[in-house]
């Protein structure tokens, strides 16, 4: 699947298909300052704050003039505090104005992490970006979604069909796809009982939908090898439909706590991840940053911090510099899949 160098949809307005799955109308879904959810803001600062302190420190507030001086009129709310008695253990959270993704706003924040931390953690939760830093970059933001976020009406929700679902069951072989380039295959019983599991408890919930469009195909295969259905999923490992019952932009969201990017990761050599490109368009300089047995890695910067990866699993990220010395992702990997920003030459 090609990568883009800024993942948008971790901050980025979201398209929605608001008038039902069969439907090709669309429109924004903006928030304003006044809509911003404070009982949620609450919950976020409360649960972050929990992995920041420990009995004998206190929050102390980060103003935001220390990390952005300009723009301010385009945020919404700030927040950001660090443990007195642990200064390097802070969070920054922010909401930008209608919730959209502003590149040249929200680059402060990261900068202001990135020349601390060689590693930090940052996170979407309902268009409200997170940046955090503690010793262990052990954040569970999806414990904290599933505490602070107001679930969906269940009077609303939707299962897959049962005779959609008893096909689905007879699959004893998953074929994962991406761009019709198979990835792996799945085989193993305990696996495929995680899968059919996780598709099982996905439920529709009314009938708007983010349009985006899926990132894999899982392909089922039955004890014939006879292709019973392809799932469609998402790449937030979240969302899926069978082909046979896709319309439109509608999908189910997995209702458990399987999430199929892990799966994906285990079972091929696919990684969830990002670059993040910070660096001016100026004259740059180029840097040697990695060397193999077969190979030098260069980046084309004056600074190498302005290059940034994110692990989208547990949401860490670091410069690229970092991630590849400490064999976090294999230089040959990122280089390959994204050439113009780490080259490779030849010893």
Request: glycine share 4%; proline share 1%; aromatic share 10%.
């Amino acid at each position: 699947m090609k990568r883009t160098i800024l993942t948008i949809l971790i901050y980025g307005v979201m398209v929605l298909a608001v008038t039902g799955c069969g439907k090709e109308n669309q429109e924004i879904d903006k928030q304003t300052s006044e809509e911003i959810d404070k009982e949620l803001l609450r919950c976020l600062e409360s649960e972050l704050g929990g992995y920041l302190v420990t009995e004998k420190d206190d929050l102390i507030e980060i103003p935001l003039i220390e990390i952005k001086n300009n723009d301010k009129e385009k945020i919404a709310y700030y927040k950001g505090v660090y443990a007195s008695n642990h200064p390097d253990n802070k969070y920054v959270i922010v909401f930008p104005k209608n919730g959209t993704y502003d590149f040249y706003v929200m680059k402060d924040f990261d900068k202001y992490f990135y020349e601390k931390f060689s590693m930090y953690q940052k996170s979407d939760i309902s268009s409200i970006a997170i940046y955090i830093h503690n010793q262990e970059n052990d954040v569970d933001f999806k414990d904290i979604a599933n505490k602070c976020v107001t679930k969906n009406n269940t009077k609303d929700e939707k299962t897959i069909s049962s005779e959609a679902l008893d096909k689905l069951n007879g699959t004893t072989k998953i074929v994962i796809k991406s761009n019709q380039k198979i990835l792996g295959i799945i085989n193993d019983k305990n696996k495929l009982t995680e899968i059919l599991n996780a598709i099982s408890s996905s439920k529709q919930y009314g009938n708007a939908f983010l349009c985006d469009g899926h990132a894999f195909n899982f392909e089922m295969y039955d004890s014939n090898n006879k292709l019973i259905d392809t799932v469609y999923i998402w790449g937030d490992g979240k969302r899926l439909i069978p082909k046979s019952v896709s319309e439109g932009c509608c999908y189910y969201s997995i209702s458990n706590d399987t999430d199929l990017r892990k799966i994906i990761e285990e079972e091929t050599d696919y990684v969830f991840y990002g670059i993040f490109d910070f660096r001016d368009n100026g004259k740059q300089t180029q840097q040697l940053i990695y060397k193999d047995n077969k190979y030098n890695y260069y980046l084309n910067s004056e600074n190498t911090n302005e290059i940034l990866i994110m692990f989208m699993l547990n949401n860490q990220t670091m410069t690229l510099k970092h991630a590849l010395e400490n064999k976090h992702i294999s230089a040959e990997k990122a280089a390959s899949e994204y050439p113009d920003i780490l080259i490779r030459k030849s010893r």
